[in-house]
Nanobody, 126 residues
C-alpha cells in the first residue's frame, strides 16, 4: 500500500504563497488520482484539488480556482500544490491522498480517497 507524506506547510502572510509537496513511498500507478484536501477543527475534510496521474487533468474547488495549482513529478512520485494569493481562510491542515475513483466533473469527496498522509499545517495571517 502506498504511503504518503506531506511537507512544505508553515506560516505565511495574507497574499503570500506556499508550495506543498506530497511524496509517495512507491510507484504511483497511471489509474491513480492524487488529491489534496484540507481540514480545520470541527469541520469535515474539504476537497481542494486533484490530478489524474496519467493524463495530468486537474480539478479544483471553487474556493481555490485561479489561486492554486496542482502538478506532478512522475520521476519523483510526488505531487505538488502551489497556493498563491493566500487568504486567512486557507488556514488548515492540508492532506494528500490517492484514489481510483473517476469523477468527470471533479466533484471529489474524502470517501473517494485512501492512504492519507499525516498532513501539514498551513497558517495564513491577516
Amino acid at each position: 500500500q502506498v504511503q504518503l507524506v506531506e511537507s512544505g506547510g508553515g506560516l505565511v502572510q495574507a497574499g503570500g504563497s506556499l508550495r506543498l509537496s506530497c511524496a509517495a513511498s512507491t510507484y504511483i500507478f497511471n489509474n491513480y488520482v492524487m488529491g489534496w484536501f484540507r481540514q480545520t477543527p470541527g469541520k469535515e475534510r474539504e476537497f481542494v484539488a486533484a490530478i489524474r496521474w496519467s493524463s495530468g487533468n486537474t480539478y479544483f474547488a471553487d474556493s481555490v480556482k485561479g489561486r492554486f495549482t496542482i502538478s506532478r513529478d512522475n520521476a519523483k512520485n510526488t505531487v505538488y500544490l502551489q497556493g498563491n494569493s493566500l487568504k486567512p481562510e486557507d488556514t488548515a491542515v492540508y492532506y494528500c491522498a490517492v484514489s481510483t475513483v473517476r469523477r468527470a466533473n471533479g466533484d471529489y469527496v474524502a470517501p473517494d480517497f485512501r492512504s492519507w498522509g499525516p498532513g501539514t499545517q498551513v497558517t495564513v495571517s491577516s
